[in-house]
């Protein structure tokens, strides 16, 4: 009996790390059912699984169903690997099973199981970080959770199995008691790991590849493109390239949602551009709605991995950043406690499209130079605070610096469940080690309150003249010396071509100003001519009429021909109707450029009207040839103006004066290749956006917006380059 004992012992000691007790663990065992039955799966139990992958379930190994040797498809991934090597063992142990003994193969198996069991502990728990990464993350942890409750329970039976079958065959290990192999841990999982590599190198294993899918946005407008881009790599070491077809072999790609692509086929390294779908009536119930993009193979030289992009309709968002106070000139006392510091609130707004805030959305701020970050969320006006501590030794021994800072919404759904889009925005905050203030504020057209930008603000200090330009708002902003005593006033001069230079004044502690140019007085010399006869003898049309209708209403009568229009103003919209007896009626709208203008209106012979561009030039310059009509002047900018690498660009196109259901087309080409487009209604502000990805430094984007309709064609132009 003593004999028995020491066997038994022994044939445990060598198997130690294989043993242990079952765990009645019952909740598990439901929880996995459930999910199971949730997941459409059979019902589960303890010694019933169903297939995984090609190597997961009783009887699959290699993608293949029963057999005497494995099929030829690899794991699909990190668990399926694991099933593989448990096949193996599980062979192995069978035949030394059929040779020492059938106590060998349940304890080999039972060591199998706990190895299994091992792994699979040792997986992350997220399925998308496996290595290869599972391709249907929620199917894939139900199984592992499997191996490890379940694997347990067969180790257990295994290890029970062969304790029995030792005591019946006790009678071979008195006799042959040093002729019997061992059963170690290390030698089974290298006899696997063996067996797995001479399986690899089986020449008709199928090499397996995994797809990748990638853009650069999740969110998408209406109307909105992105490029998807595809890559084709080996999903493991073992799967190099047997052919040079694997990397042109056509993937289908496949689309559901409210979108499109321009190619159904891909090839490795190739992309293509998928456009949510531009139907009026998804602007309100497309929100929130998802778009996949899958691609897969279903016949080819080798086996492939599906990919998967989830693309979600979003409404646009647009951000701003404010920095208060922007120009840091105060700091407090620095003490053995505390170093000089100061606080800056930075204030993000997030609104939709017509200026409403968008609540509950959380707001990134970043240091471009140093990548420190600090987050907010939006408040219920889509407003969020951010208080940011500065340290005077951030400037360090320079007068000033200037910190350059971004703002980024994130992506998604607020409250409410409405999806909007990520936005950006920028600003700078002047760190100063100088006694300086800050003096900001806009220009206007005292006419037409319309911004003016491109006005040159000039500021004559006690440090030397300080010169800023207002940018595309009318908005200006500049640091300059504090004034040397109290009371004493900063005095600016703005300056624009085409208008009166003002001065304005502010404090000596700096401040805002608000500056109304008057525009210059303009002078109309025009004349009306037969189309047919030209200018020459018999040409100029006397007694013609000449009806003006913007920026006011007159009547004028032309005086062998000619006729002049005083009381207009550089930057006044001019609309007029020439018309003469037997002559068809001509009308001209456009801008005011240059104080002395002359304009012709040929009149063809006939009845009727047509119309054209109010072409201006002075009277010494030869006439302009003629165009289309011209009911609304165009503007066009981008947003960023300057915009870093990778930054998406929005594109604003307004008509002038802003009016709602004007047909725009916006258009943009890159040198990169890229190309984008709409063509739509303005909005109640009179702009069409038109939103574009970023792109890598120097690329230059050409954007044209243009005004199109029955008769009417106006374009505008502007590029902008990536830093």
């Known amino acids: 009996m003593l004999l028995f004992v020491t066997l038994v012992a022994g044939l445990g000691a060598s198997a130690q790390d294989a043993t242990f007790e079952l765990t009645k663990d019952v909740p598990t065992a439901i929880k996995l059912t459930a999910e199971g039955l949730a997941s459409g799966d059979a019902v589960w139990t303890m010694d019933e699984f169903i297939q995984y992958g090609n190597w997961y379930g009783p009887g699959w190994w290699g993608g293949t169903e029963g057999g005497s040797k494995p099929g030829v498809k690899q794991p699909v991934d990190a668990l399926d690997a694991i099933a593989m090597k ?119 294993v199928r090499p397996m590849y995994r797809i990748e899918l990638s853009a650069p946005k999740s969110l998408l407008l209406e109307t909105d493109q992105v490029t998807v881009t595809m890559k084709l790599v080996p999903a493991n070491q073992q799967s190099e390239a047997r052919s040079a077809d694997v990397w042109t072999t056509p993937i289908n790609l496949t689309v559901s949602g409210r979108a499109e ?97 968008v609540p509950g959305i959380p707001v990134t701020v970043m240091d471009l130079a140093s990548k420190g970050e600090v987050r907010g969320v939006t408040s219920s006006d889509g407003v969020a605070t951010i208080p940011v501590v500065f340290f005077k030794s951030q400037v360090g021994s320079a007068a000033s610096t200037v910190l350059s800072f971004s703002a980024t919404s994130a992506g998604g759904a607020d409250a409410s469940g409405t999806v909007y889009t990520s936005s950006t925005a920028y600003t700078a905050v002047t760190l100063t080690n100088q006694d300086v203030v800050q003096v900001s504020g806009t220009v206007h057209s005292a006419r037409t309150g319309a911004s003016i930008g491109g006005a040159t603000i000039t500021i004559d200090g006690p440090k030397g003249t300080e010169k800023a330009t207002t940018d595309p708002n009318g908005s200006f902003r500049m640091t300059v010396a504090r004034m040397p005593e109290p009371g004493y006033e900063i005095i600016g001069e703005v300056t624009k071509d085409g208008f009166e230079a003002k001065t304005f004044a502010v404090g000596s502690d700096g401040g805002r100003a608000s500056v109304r140019l008057d525009p210059l007085p303009a002078t109309v010399v025009g004349r009306v001519v037969d189309a047919g006869t030209g200018e020459g003898e018999g040409g100029l049309l006397d007694g013609a009429t000449v009806r003006v209708t913007q920026p006011f209403e007159k009547l004028i009568f032309t005086q062998g021909g000619l006729f002049t229009l005083v009381d207009v103003y550089i930057g006044d919209t001019l609309t007029m109707t020439a018309d003469a007896i037997n002559h068809k009626a001509y009308t001209k709208s456009g801008t005011i450029t240059m104080e002395n203008a002359s304009i012709t209106f040929r009149l063809p012979a006939g009845e009727g009207d047509v119309s054209g561009a109010l072409e201006e030039t002075a009277a010494t310059e030869e006439e302009m040839d003629e165009s289309l009509p011209v009911y609304h002047s165009l503007m066009v900018w981008a947003s960023p103006a300057a915009p870093r690498s990778g930054q998406a660009v929005t594109a604003t196109a307004q008509v002038f004066p802003p009016e709602p259901g004007v047909l725009v087309e916006l258009w943009m080409e890159g040198t990169d290749g890229y190309t984008t487009s709409t063509t739509s209604m303005t909005n109640a502000m009179g702009k069409v956006f038109l939103h574009i990805p970023g792109a890598e430094p120097g690329v230059v984007d050409n954007v044209v917006a243009r005004i199109i309709g029955e008769r009417v064609r106006v374009s505008k132009e502007l590029r902008y380059s990536f830093k």
């Open 261 to 357: 692509l321009s190619s159904y086929t891909l090839t490795s390294g190739g992309s293509v551009v998928l456009s949510a779908e531009t139907k009026w009536y998804h602007l309100t119930s497309g929100n929130g709605k998802t778009i996949t993009v899958t691609a897969s193979l279903e016949d080819g030289p080798f086996d492939v991995l599906e990919d998967t992009l989830t693309f979600t309709t979003a409404f646009a968002t647009n951000l701003s950043l404010t920095a208060a106070p922007d120009t840091v000139t105060e700091w407090s006392e620095e003490t053995d406690e505390y170093a000089a510091q100061t606080v800056v609130t930075f204030r993000a707004q997030l609104t939709d499209l017509e200026g409403k805030g």
């Open 86 to 204: 448990h096949d193996f063992a599980y062979q192995y142990a069978e035949e030394q099973g059929r040779v020492h003994g059938k106590e060998y193969e349940y304890l080999l198996k039972a060591m199998a199981d706990e190895i299994a069991v091992r792994d699979a502990k040792r997986l992350p728990k997220d399925p998308n970080e496996w290595d290869p990464p599972a391709s249907d993350p929620a199917t894939a942890g139900r199984y592992r959770d499997r191996i490890q409750f379940g694997f347990k329970y067969w180790a257990k039976k295994h290890q029970l199995q062969g304790d029995v079958a030792t005591v019946a065959n006790i009678f071979k290990y008195l006799v042959n008691r040093d002729k019997l192999p061992t059963i170690d841990q290390a030698a089974l999982e290298a006899e696997v790991a063996k067996r797995a590599q001479e399986w690899y190198e089986r020449e008709d």
